[in-house]
T-cell receptor, first 115, second 114 residues
Framework: AQTVTQSQPEMSVQEAETVTLSCTYD???????LFWYKQPPSRQMILVIR??????QNATENRFSVNFQKAAKSFSLKISDSQLGDTAMYFC????????????FGKGTLLTVNP | KAGVTQTPRYLIKTRGQQVTLSCSPI?????VSWYQQTPGQGLQFLFE???????NKGNFPGRFSGRQFSNSRSEMNVSTLELGDSALYLC?????????????FGSGTRLTVV
């Protein structure tokens, strides 16, 4: 069974600073994908960044980057130059490359960016 | 390009009733998935459809069912509603099945059972 663990229920950061959200996962698959989704109060889940497990290079999308440690099964999200609009719930998600066509989500981290 | 559209946004139902939620995926997306989000259990997978076929189903009772139409629109139905079914129901679409590009989610339907 796949599991995703986010150990930080809540975090806060000052505007313009950097914050890192943690995520660990477990899967028996060799081919899998990892995602970070953001859910603001509008409720819509927005894809922030994705990582393919077979790629060694850490993914980067503008101010968002990941630290993917495959052996440790760790997938943290770093947000640089935090902005007020980054305030949201952040979910780490795991999808295996097989045929079950589903994402397994962590419980989420509520990030608050303070002015 | 229109996003994933879920209707209605809010619903209030009474215990024992049934409810149908609708999801229109992004044009060209043939895979539609449904998730239930609650404060206690988080996001849980309900089912996934591709070209009108259910390819996977989560661990939910048979009261939860779904279907997909030839235009890729999907509906999910919950019969004999229980208080515990109160949740945000999210629909997500993708071209084939979400990987490797991830899913695009709608804004959800907030179901309250009283």
């Amino acid at each position: 069974a796949q599991t995703v663990t986010q150990s930080q229920p809540e975090m806060s950061v000052q505007e313009a600073e950097t914050v890192t959200l943690s995520c660990t996962y477990d899967t028996s698959e060799n081919n899998y994908y990892l995602f970070w989704y953001k859910q603001p109060p509008s409720r819509q889940m927005i894809l922030v960044i994705r990582q393919e497990a077979y790629k060694q290079q850490n993914a980067t999308e503008n101010r968002f980057s990941v630290n993917f440690q495959k052996a440790a099964k760790s997938f943290s999200l770093k947000i640089s130059d935090s902005q007020l609009g980054d305030t949201a719930m952040y979910f780490c998600a795991l999808g295996d490359g097989g045929s079950n066509y589903k994402l397994t989500f962590g419980k989420g981290t509520l990030l608050t960016v303070n002015p | 390009k229109a996003g994933v559209t879920q209707t209605p946004r809010y619903l209030i139902k009474t215990r024992g009733q049934q409810v149908t939620l609708s999801c229109s995926p992004i044009s060209g997306h043939r895979s539609v998935s449904w998730y239930q989000q609650t404060p206690g259990q988080g996001l849980q997978f309900l089912f996934e459809y591709f070209s009108e076929t259910q390819r996977n189903k989560g661990n939910f009772p048979g009261r939860f069912s779904g279907r997909q139409f030839s235009n890729s629109r999907s509906e999910m139905n919950v019969s004999t509603l229980e208080l515990g079914d109160s949740a945000l129901y999210l629909c997500a679409s993708s071209v084939r099945g979400g990987l490797p590009y991830g899913y695009t989610f709608g804004s959800g339907t907030r179901l309250t059972v009283v």
